[in-house]
């Protein structure tokens, strides 16, 4: 025999399906930015940024061989940069993480410390 359930002491305003709610929304919203970039510009835009970091670091005297000398990265961080950019993105020289502009050629473009070549 089935036991009839009682009242519940507590309720909310809240529907059950609040958080799926909202992200659904959030998930829209990023469809439509994401729809709304106009990936043209985009390329052409990183292209013009990795074109002026190599020219920038080939007019750098702290570019050795395609390796920036200027920068000492942590381990951390080298990590990091392998993780998304790949094996080879960073060497490890004498102990120190450098950056291998060849493979992250934009660095230059923003880089602040730039050295001229003599
Ligand atoms: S411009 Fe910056 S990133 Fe490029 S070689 Fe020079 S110090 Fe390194």
Redesign the pocket.
């Known amino acids: 025999m089935l036991q009839k359930m009682s009242e519940p002491l507590i309720s909310s305003d809240i529907p059950p399906l609040a958080e799926v709610v909202d992200i659904k929304k959030r998930i829209e919203k990023l469809e439509a930015m994401v729809t709304s970039i106009d990936t043209a510009k985009l390329r052409l835009v990183t292209e013009f940024v990795e074109n002026i970091g190599i020219w920038?670091?080939s007019k750098?005297k702290?570019?050795i061989d395609n390796i920036?000398t200027?920068?000492k990265l942590s381990k951390e961080f080298a990590d990091k940069i392998v993780s998304i950019v790949g094996e080879g993105a960073v060497v490890l020289q004498d102990n120190v993480y450098r950056?291998n502009?060849s493979r992250l050629p934009f660095?230059?473009a923003i880089?602040p410390?730039?050295?001229a070549k003599i």
Do not use: E, L
């Open positions: 920038r670091c750098c702290q570019n920036c200027g920068w950056i502009i660095v230059g880089c410390i730039f050295v």
